[in-house]
Nanobody
Framework: VQLQASGGGLVQAGGSLRLSCAVSGRAFSTYSMGWFRQAPGKEREFVGADTWNGDTYYGDFVKGRFTISRDNAKNTVYLQMNSLKPEDTAVYYC???????????????????WGQGTLVTVSS
């Protein structure tokens, strides 16, 4: 399984970006898809996830600014980010959890496959 994240870039504070993550293979609809981010010098942080059975949830810091969606026909998951802040600057990673568990997965070790990351820089 390969994941390809794209859509990062430089944006001013208050702006928006949409990240995409394309996933190879035929099992995409059975994966829970997560987004994480990692700022320089910090640990990788959970952003949000969309589960295989239709649950979508976010990290506390999101506060309604980000939205995750998926298109199973295109094997792609999206992260729409609005009202961006300089502290949102990080490399953003998508990840797939193939276990089909019931419940929510917040930890990096719960995800089997990872994309390469895409850099988001928010200027003040």
């Amino acid at each position: 399984v390969q994941l390809q994240a794209s859509g990062g870039g430089l944006v001013q504070a208050g702006g928006s970006l949409r990240l995409s993550c394309a996933v190879s293979g035929r099992a995409f609809s059975t994966y829970s898809m997560g987004w994480f981010r990692q700022a320089p010098g910090k640990e990788r942080e959970f952003v949000g996830a969309d589960t295989w059975n239709g649950d979508t949830y976010y990290g506390d810091f999101v506060k309604g600014r980000f939205t995750i969606s998926r298109d199973n026909a295109k094997n792609t998951v999206y992260l729409q980010m609005n009202s961006l802040k300089p502290e949102d600057t990080a490399v953003y990673y998508c990840a797939a959890d193939s276990r089909r568990v019931l419940g929510r997965s917040y930890r990096t070790n719960e995800y089997d496959y990872w994309g390469q990351g895409t850099l988001v820089t928010v200027s003040s």
